[in-house]
Structures are given as structure tokens and as C-alpha cells.
């Protein structure tokens, strides 16, 4: 890819030039910093309160599930964000795809209701189911903390896979249509294989807009439901142990480690569609 | 980057979009109402129904002589009259918060988001390592990295002792349970939805625009003011909002960093609704504080001039 060259392009020198990557720079020092504290801390000998440094050890990530409820709430919250990405991910690429493809009265309507719940504070979401909860005498637990995360999971992936339609050449089904594929077929062979990657990334916003939830979570999860964020805010007082810092380093490697995957992945494909003619 | 993209789509509803294919007309309406009538249900039972729940609950009255969080339907609008006397200061303190969080993290994340999308352009793996590091922190538990501020900001902790040898902080001063702990916790959470809007727009930009009003003359921070600011608009409104909404309504940062005269409105709702059961106060907060959003939200999208957001 070679850009335009630039023939009479003026380097002027200014000041602005220098300072602007040097802040940029001590920007991403400041987003770095709290991540590097959390993983440092994992590794602490320290009992419940892993307050302050007390020495090195690998004795959290050899045994993770050592403090109660550390594991209970971890399991609990991956049951939650698989179940709610999975509902929410099928409904939102659904909503997506008829609202690029699909000109219908009710259009602007269908857009606010899904901008709305992006632009409601999670207080307030978490307030009113719980409110239609309690007026339809449900008992808070599993099931309304799953019913909870799907509702404000659905607006994101509708936002994420709509770009990705978008990007679609709707003649390419046209194309499929006239080479006698029924739109049954041609959906499945033609768009959808193109929206997956769309889809694959909705679903991970989805998987980590559930996973870290705590706000809507508190709310409807009654007192026994505990998940991942709601245990290390609840024990917060009382101090966290050192393997909520494991758990929480674990994801942030994962997730690395599924990016660079994606990335790598990505890159070989493009090389491998260059290569042909 | 899949995240990235994710959460900026709101901004390339802009002006700077690349080439869209309008679809055909198509007359089949019924598929379309049966792709979104799944997803739109659920909507409207668990966003909407429980939106006028909640409105309801705000107008209950507590049954005379009935158990602690039994209430009966009513329409007594001096609930919101009572909430909104005892509790001004901590809404005003809440938008006030969140006001200086997103101007600090729009401070702080432009310049990030510039940095990835123009000076790092033509770099793939810079600029997708940078945008890794941006996305990273989400990774983490926000409430171990709010834990990790507390470590950070407190009293035996480097940053203290430092400032106080150079004499920023005075001897007995601390950071831990203060404003500034609060606002700095706020503008750290929501730094990231901040810098990707900016991103994904800035990276639409075309640079030869910069370079033409270089050749015109313009310095740098004129062609900064007249060209490069202007087109990125629509990110940083949609920053601007992704950042203020959820600081506004967040209570995590203010129970976890401040103290008794830091309380935010969204610490209580939560107290009245779930430790004194006052489904009546909560409600009637929780609506106060959604409808002063919307306005300003509105307000704020048609000055801004990008009501193609919405």
C-alpha cells in the first residue's frame, strides 16, 4: 500500500510535534499503570488483605481456588456471559441485518430502542428490572442476572454487527440469487461466512460487557448469586485475597493472548487472498 | 481491532464515512419484521416494560402500618419534590464529577486516539499494539483496577510520600477518600470509551487535507483548530457521551475511592433500593437522573450539530 507522495510537502518543525506523542506516551503509562499493580499484586504472599507488598511467591496461581468463593463466583460469571452472549449475540445480528438490509415503517423507532439502553445509566437499568422483578414477585438469582446482561448486551452487538452489514455488497447475494441459490442458501452460503467476523466480535464485547458487570448485577442477583466483580466489590471491606488478583490477570492474558491469535490469524489470511490472482 | 470498531460505530455515522452501499428497496417487509421481532420483544419486556416499572414504583405509597419495603400504587408526585430536596447535592455532585472526568479524559484521550490513527498511520503493528494497550485494561476487572487506584493513591504509597517531599502535598494531606481520588478513578474507567470514538474517526481522516493546509500557510495549531478538530467531531461527541452517561450514574469509583462527602447519586439509589428497601426514593432518583441525561444528551447532540448519532 503506497500512499500519495507527497511532492511539495513542508516538514515544518514545531513543537507540537514533539510533545504530543511524549503526553500520548505518559497517557498510555497512566492506563498501564493499575493493570500492572493488579497483576504485581497476584503474586503477593499475602493473606486477606492484599493491601500491601509482603514478598513474592507463586503460591496464588498454583492454587487459584485457595480463598472461598473465589472460584464459585468466577465459574458463576463465565455461566452467565457465555449464556448471555449466546442469546444476545443471535437476537442482535438478527436486528442488525434487518435494520441495514430492510427499509420498514417503524424504522427510527427500532434505532432508539436500541440506542436508549446505551444511553441509560446502569443504576438506572439495574433499578428498573428490578423493579418489574419484584412487581412480578421473581426471585433475584441466576436466571434475572442472565436476563439482565442479555437486555444490555443486545444494543452493542446490534451496533457492532450493523457495521459489519454495512460493509456488505448486497450484490454479492444478488449474485448468489441469479446463479438460482434460494435466499435460504444464499444467506448461509454467502452472508453469513462474510459476517462472522463481524459476529465473532460482538460476541466477545458482549462476553466482556457481561463479565464485568457489577453495577446491573448488584441489583438483581439477590443476596446468594454472586458473581466474579460482585464478590471482589462485596469482600472489598473486608480485603481481596490475592487469587482475585490471579483470576483477574488470567483474563487480561487471555484476552492478549486472543487478540494477537485474531491479529496473527487476520494478517496470514490477507496474505494468503494477495497471493491469489 | 473488533472492539474498537465495536464502540465507535456510533461515531462513523459521521460525515467522513467511506462509500456505503444503499440497499435496493426491498418489498419483502414481512422478513424484516420477523428478524427484528425477536430481539425487539425481549426489548420492550425487559427495557421498556420495567422503564414504566420503574416510573410507577416512584409514585407508590407506603401502606400504613405495613412491613418494612411493602408499598401500595399510587400517584404521589411528592416523592420526587422529597427526593430531590434530600438529595441535590449528591445528584449535582454526581454531573459535576462527571463533568471534569470527561473533560480529563477527553484531555488525556485525544492525543492518545491521535497518535493511533494519524501519527502511527502506515505502522500496522504499532497501531495495533497501541490499540491493545488502550483495549487491555478492560480485561481486568474494572472494580481490581479501581482496587489497584486505592493501592496506588494511598497513604504509605510512593505517589504520596513524592508529592509531599516536593511539597505539592502538605504533611498530613492524603489522596485516598478525596474528590480527587473520585474524579481520577472516573476519568481512568472511562478513559478507553473516550479514545476509541476519536480513534475510529481520526483514522477515517485524510491526512492530505492536514497537508493542503500546510500548504496553504496554516501553521501546525491553526490547521489543528481548522481542520483536524472540525472533522473529528462526531468521535469526540460520541466519546464525550460514552464517557459522561455511564461516570454520571457510576457509584464504584465514590464508594470505593471517596468518602461520606463524595457520595455520588447512583451510591443512593443503590442504599435506598437495596439496605433501607425505599423502592418509592430510589425510583423516583433513578428517573430524576435519566431524564436530566436525556435532555442534556439532546441538547448536547443538537448543538454539536451531529444529531446523526441518534
Same mark, same amino acid.
Given at each position: 500500500?503506497?500512499?500519495?507522495?507527497?511532492?511539495?510537502?513542508?516538514?515544518?518543525?514545531?513543537?507540537?510535534?514533539?510533545?504530543?506523542?511524549?503526553?500520548?506516551?505518559?497517557?498510555?503509562?497512566?492506563?498501564?499503570?493499575?493493570?500492572?499493580?493488579?497483576?504485581?499484586?497476584?503474586?503477593?504472599?499475602?493473606?486477606?488483605?492484599?493491601?500491601?507488598?509482603?514478598?513474592?511467591?507463586?503460591?496464588?496461581?498454583?492454587?487459584?481456588?485457595?480463598?472461598?468463593?473465589?472460584?464459585?463466583?468466577?465459574?458463576?460469571?463465565?455461566?452467565?456471559?457465555?449464556?448471555?452472549?449466546?442469546?444476545?449475540?443471535?437476537?442482535?445480528?438478527?436486528?442488525?441485518?434487518?435494520?441495514?438490509?430492510?427499509?420498514?415503517?417503524?424504522?427510527?423507532?427500532?434505532?432508539?430502542?436500541?440506542?436508549?439502553?446505551?444511553?441509560?445509566?446502569?443504576?438506572?437499568?439495574?433499578?428498573?428490572?428490578?423493579?418489574?422483578?419484584?412487581? !412480578?414477585?421473581?426471585?433475584?438469582?441466576?436466571?434475572?442476572?442472565?436476563?439482565?446482561?442479555? !437486555?444490555?448486551?443486545?444494543?452493542?452487538?446490534?451496533?457492532?454487527?450493523?457495521?459489519?452489514?454495512?460493509?456488505?455488497?448486497?450484490?454479492?447475494?444478488?449474485?448468489?440469487?441469479?446463479?438460482?441459490?434460494?435466499?435460504?442458501?444464499?444467506?448461509?452460503?454467502?452472508?453469513?461466512?462474510?459476517?462472522?467476523?463481524?459476529?465473532?466480535?460482538?460476541?466477545?464485547?458482549?462476553?466482556?460487557?457481561?463479565?464485568?458487570?457489577?453495577?446491573?448485577?448488584?441489583?438483581?442477583?439477590?443476596?446468594?448469586?454472586?458473581?466474579?466483580?460482585?464478590?471482589?466489590?462485596?469482600?472489598?471491606?473486608?480485603?481481596?485475597?490475592?487469587?482475585?488478583?490471579?483470576?483477574?490477570?488470567? !483474563?487480561?492474558?487471555?484476552?492478549?493472548?486472543?487478540?494477537?491469535?485474531?491479529?496473527?490469524?487476520?494478517?496470514?489470511?490477507?496474505?494468503?487472498?494477495?497471493?491469489?490472482? | 481491532?473488533?472492539?474498537?470498531?465495536?464502540?465507535?460505530?456510533?461515531?462513523?455515522?459521521?460525515?467522513?464515512?467511506?462509500?456505503?452501499?444503499?440497499?435496493?428497496?426491498?418489498?419483502?417487509?414481512? /422478513?424484516?419484521?420477523?428478524?427484528?421481532?425477536?430481539?425487539?420483544?425481549?426489548?420492550?419486556?425487559?427495557?421498556?416494560?420495567?422503564?414504566?416499572?420503574?416510573?410507577?414504583?416512584?409514585?407508590?405509597?407506603?401502606?400504613?402500618?405495613?412491613?418494612?419495603?411493602?408499598?401500595?400504587?399510587?400517584?404521589?408526585?411528592?416523592?420526587?419534590?422529597?427526593?430531590?430536596?434530600?438529595?441535590?447535592?449528591?445528584?449535582?455532585?454526581?454531573?459535576?464529577?462527571?463533568?471534569?472526568?470527561?473533560?480529563?479524559?477527553?484531555?488525556?484521550?485525544?492525543?492518545?486516539?491521535?497518535?493511533?490513527?494519524?501519527?502511527?498511520?502506515?505502522?500496522?503493528?504499532?497501531? /495495533?499494539?497501541?490499540?491493545?494497550?488502550?483495549?487491555?485494561? +478492560?480485561?481486568?476487572?474494572?472494580?481490581?483496577?479501581?482496587?489497584?487506584?486505592?493501592?496506588?493513591? /494511598?497513604?504509605?504509597?510512593?505517589?504520596?510520600?513524592?508529592?509531599?517531599?516536593?511539597?505539592?502535598?502538605?504533611?498530613?494531606?492524603?489522596?485516598?477518600?478525596?474528590? +480527587?481520588?473520585?474524579?481520577?478513578?472516573?476519568?481512568?474507567?472511562?478513559?478507553?470509551?473516550?479514545?476509541?470514538?476519536?480513534?475510529?474517526?481520526?483514522?477515517?481522516?485524510?491526512?492530505?487535507?492536514?497537508?493542503?493546509?500546510?500548504?496553504?500557510?496554516?501553521?501546525?495549531?491553526?490547521?489543528?483548530?481548522?481542520?483536524?478538530?472540525?472533522?473529528?467531531?462526531?468521535?469526540?461527541?460520541?466519546?464525550?457521551?460514552?464517557? +459522561?452517561?455511564?461516570?454520571?450514574?457510576?457509584?464504584?469509583?465514590?464508594?470505593?475511592?471517596?468518602?461520606?462527602?463524595?457520595?455520588?447519586?447512583?451510591?443512593?439509589?443503590?442504599?435506598? +433500593?437495596?439496605?433501607?428497601?425505599?423502592?418509592?426514593?430510589?425510583?423516583?432518583?433513578?428517573?430524576?437522573?435519566?431524564?436530566?441525561?436525556?435532555?442534556?444528551?439532546?441538547?448536547?447532540?443538537?448543538?454539536?450539530?451531529?444529531?446523526?448519532?441518534?
Amino acid at each position: 500500500m503506497s500512499g500519495p507522495v507527497a511532492v511539495r510537502r513542508r516538514r515544518r518543525f514545531s513543537l507540537a510535534d514533539k510533545i504530543v506523542p511524549v503526553f500520548a506516551g505518559l497517557a498510555f503509562v497512566y492506563l498501564m499503570v493499575p493493570v500492572a499493580y493488579t497483576v504485581a499484586f497476584s503474586f503477593n504472599k499475602a493473606g486477606r488483605r492484599n493491601l500491601v507488598w509482603q514478598g513474592f511467591t507463586l503460591d496464588n496461581w498454583r492454587n487459584p481456588c485457595g480463598a472461598p468463593q473465589v472460584c464459585e463466583s468466577f465459574v458463576n460469571s463465565i455461566q452467565v456471559g457465555v449464556v448471555a452472549t449466546l442469546v444476545a449475540t443471535a437476537l442482535g445480528t438478527l436486528i442488525a441485518i434487518a435494520l441495514v438490509r430492510y427499509r420498514f415503517r417503524g424504522r427510527t423507532l427500532a434505532n432508539l430502542l436500541i440506542f436508549l439502553p446505551m444511553s441509560t445509566p446502569e443504576v438506572v437499568l439495574g433499578a428498573a428490572l428490578l423493579a418489574q422483578f419484584l412487581s !412480578m414477585a421473581m426471585n433475584p438469582g441466576f436466571v434475572t442476572v442472565v436476563i439482565a446482561h442479555i !437486555m444490555f448486551c443486545i444494543s452493542f452487538v446490534v451496533v457492532t454487527v450493523k457495521a459489519r452489514v454495512a460493509s456488505l455488497d448486497p450484490r454479492l447475494e444478488e449474485a448468489a440469487a441469479d446463479l438460482y441459490a434460494s435466499p435460504w442458501a444464499a444467506f448461509w452460503r454467502v452472508t453469513f461466512p462474510l459476517l462472522v467476523p463481524g459476529i465473532a466480535a460482538a460476541a466477545l464485547l458482549a462476553f466482556s460487557l457481561s463479565f464485568d458487570d457489577f453495577i446491573i448485577t448488584n441489583f438483581n442477583s439477590g443476596s446468594a448469586f454472586s458473581t466474579f466483580p460482585k464478590f471482589v466489590y462485596v469482600s472489598a471491606n473486608r480485603g481481596i485475597p490475592p487469587q482475585a488478583n490471579v483470576i483477574g490477570s488470567f !483474563m487480561f492474558f487471555l484476552a492478549l493472548l486472543l487478540v494477537v491469535v485474531v491479529q496473527l490469524v487476520g494478517a496470514a489470511r490477507r496474505k494468503r487472498l494477495a497471493r491469489q490472482p | 481491532m473488533s472492539i474498537a470498531a465495536a464502540l465507535s460505530t456510533e461515531a462513523s455515522a459521521g460525515p467522513v464515512g467511506g462509500p456505503t452501499h444503499e440497499p435496493p428497496e426491498r418489498k419483502a417487509r414481512l /422478513g424484516a419484521y420477523l428478524l427484528l421481532a425477536p430481539g425487539m420483544v425481549y426489548l420492550v419486556v425487559f427495557f421498556v416494560l420495567p422503564i414504566f416499572a420503574l416510573l410507577a414504583t416512584s409514585l407508590y405509597v407506603k401502606a400504613p402500618g405495613a412491613e418494612l419495603g411493602a408499598y401500595e400504587p399510587a400517584l404521589r408526585w411528592q416523592n420526587y419534590v422529597e427526593a430531590l430536596g434530600s438529595y441535590y447535592p449528591e445528584l449535582l455532585r454526581s454531573f459535576g464529577y462527571a463533568l471534569v472526568a470527561t473533560v480529563a479524559a477527553l484531555v488525556i484521550g485525544y492525543p492518545m486516539a491521535y497518535v493511533i490513527a494519524v501519527r502511527s498511520r502506515g505502522r500496522p503493528l504499532l497501531q /495495533g499494539l497501541l490499540l491493545v494497550l488502550v483495549i487491555a485494561p +478492560f480485561f481486568t476487572s474494572f472494580i481490581l483496577r479501581t482496587i489497584a487506584w486505592k493501592q496506588i493513591l /494511598g497513604d504509605e504509597a510512593w505517589v504520596v510520600a513524592a508529592m509531599k517531599f516536593l511539597g505539592i502535598l502538605p504533611p498530613d494531606g492524603r489522596l485516598t477518600a478525596t474528590a +480527587f481520588a473520585v474524579v481520577c478513578g472516573l476519568t481512568y474507567n472511562f478513559l478507553p470509551f473516550m479514545v476509541l470514538p476519536i480513534y475510529a474517526n481520526l483514522e477515517r481522516m485524510d491526512t492530505r487535507l492536514v497537508e493542503a493546509g500546510g500548504d496553504l500557510y496554516a501553521n501546525g495549531p491553526t490547521t489543528f483548530a481548522r481542520i483536524t478538530l472540525p472533522l473529528s467531531m462526531p468521535g469526540i461527541v460520541a466519546g464525550t457521551l460514552l464517557t +459522561f452517561i455511564p461516570a454520571s450514574g457510576d457509584y464504584v469509583n465514590s464508594s470505593l475511592l471517596g468518602n461520606n462527602a463524595t457520595t455520588m447519586i447512583g451510591q443512593a439509589i443503590d442504599r435506598r +433500593f437495596l439496605v433501607t428497601l425505599d423502592y418509592p426514593t430510589a425510583a423516583s432518583l433513578s428517573a430524576i437522573l435519566m431524564i436530566i441525561i436525556l435532555a442534556l444528551v439532546m441538547v448536547y447532540v443538537r448543538r454539536a450539530g451531529t444529531e446523526e448519532l441518534l
